[in-house]
């Protein structure tokens, strides 16, 4: 069956549909990871959005049952250029067909998705349509009448609902507590602190900060997730009295919040940062690393507090990568140190969570 691509551009895209039969509607973004697929589909960072995969070929591995982010699909729809019917791995237990299948995710197959790619880095991320009806005008009526992707408080769907210990047969182990704000967690950033002896504790997002002491962290941490932070203003307000109480790290969307709680901005960029190649270097150290990320938007320099510093920037536009706090126990990082897909160069910084942490509770 032929699938379409409608972009609010009144561009039109054909391909050969896969997944489920559902007509999604979300913003059009772009990733260049060569693996993580699964990972991609199950972020909840992506909700709300379409993902064009720039790598010609995916779904050769199948599906399994540990990489998974989230526990369902959060993308609204995927596009491939060429799309694995029959995957071989050991670990494989499905297709990536099936898999959104059973979801009611659709996807389109046999794009030239890298053309789609180019014109959204020229043009910037737009809405887009994934439909079976060829109608360009009934398609663009629907992409007209969408909610603007910047409006959509996307972190309210992805949160958990209630306060959790993750996973539960770590609920005796006292030492330390991080409690994780969730805006959209990934699996693999509770499995990096539960591996380093850390009971973990979500908490929804809007979460009042004497909830939060009342669980008495040791350490919080802000986590990534979806959607424009300037929707977010009532997490930093929270998160302003606890940055002298524990040390504190956020990642991804949990940067931006926590620059925004200290009066920075942030601004949404062109067609975002989302793979597994991005180049980013320590200004402390001047060593480079290779980071995964997936962000829309970016925090402003020029409009820092005098407490925090840049301590990391893209090398590819020099964008903000990382802040530090001048005399407090709190940074932040623009990338996926969790690394679910992408490079392993980035673990290091759980490290150092994690020993100050561990400094901050035995000097308490």
């Not at 250029?81 to 898999?99: G, K």
């Not at 060593?287 to 840049?310: C, F, M, R, W």
């Amino acid at each position: 069956m032929d699938r379409y691509l409608i972009l609010e551009d009144g561009s039109m895209f054909e391909g050969l549909a896969f997944g489920g039969n559902a007509e999604n509607s979300g913003e059009m973004v772009f990733n260049t990871t060569m693996t993580g697929y699964q990972e991609v589909l199950t972020d909840p960072s992506y909700s709300g959005q379409i993902v064009n995969m720039t790598y010609p070929l995916i779904g050769n591995y199948g599906i399994n049952l540990s990489d998974s982010e989230s526990s369902k699909i959060q993308v609204s729809g995927m596009l491939v250029r060429e799309l694995c019917d029959t995957p071989s791995h050991s670990l494989s237990v499905d297709t990536l067909d099936n898999f959104m299948k059973h979801q009611d995710i659709p996807g389109i197959r046999n794009l030239d998705t890298r053309a789609i790619a180019k014109k959204i880095r020229t043009s910037g991320v737009m809405r887009g349509l994934l439909t079976s009806s060829p109608d360009l005008a009934i398609g663009l009526h629907t992409l007209e009448n969408m909610d603007a992707y910047e409006n959509i408080n996307f972190v309210n769907g992805v949160s958990t609902d209630e306060i959790t210990v993750m996973p539960q047969h770590l609920a005796e182990n006292k030492s330390p507590r991080i409690v994780i704000i969730d805006c959209g967690v990934k699996n693999n950033i509770i499995r990096m602190l539960n591996t380093r002896g850390c009971e973990v504790v979500a908490v929804p997002d809007d979460t009042h900060y004497r909830d939060i002491l009342d669980l008495a962290p040791d350490g919080l941490l802000i986590s990534p997730g979806p959607g424009d932070p300037k929707l977010l203003e009532y997490i930093g307000e929270n998160i302003k009295h606890l940055m002298n109480k524990m040390p504190i790290m956020g990642i991804c969307l949990g940067h931006q919040i926590i620059a925004e709680s200290l009066g920075a901005k942030t601004f949404k960029l062109k067609f975002g940062h989302r793979g597994g190649n991005q180049p980013v270097q320590d200004l402390r150290t001047k060593k480079v690393y290779i980071t995964a990320q997936n962000h829309g938007y970016a925090v402003d320099p020029e409009t820092l507090p005098s407490e925090l510093k840049v301590s990391h920037v893209n090398l590819n536009d020099g964008t903000v990568a990382g802040l530090i706090h001048q005399d407090l126990p709190v940074f932040t990082i623009q990338y996926h140190s969790e690394a679910a897909p992408g490079p392993l160069d980035n673990m290091y910084l759980f490290d150092q969570f994690v020993e100050a942490v561990r400094q901050a509770k035995d000097n308490s």
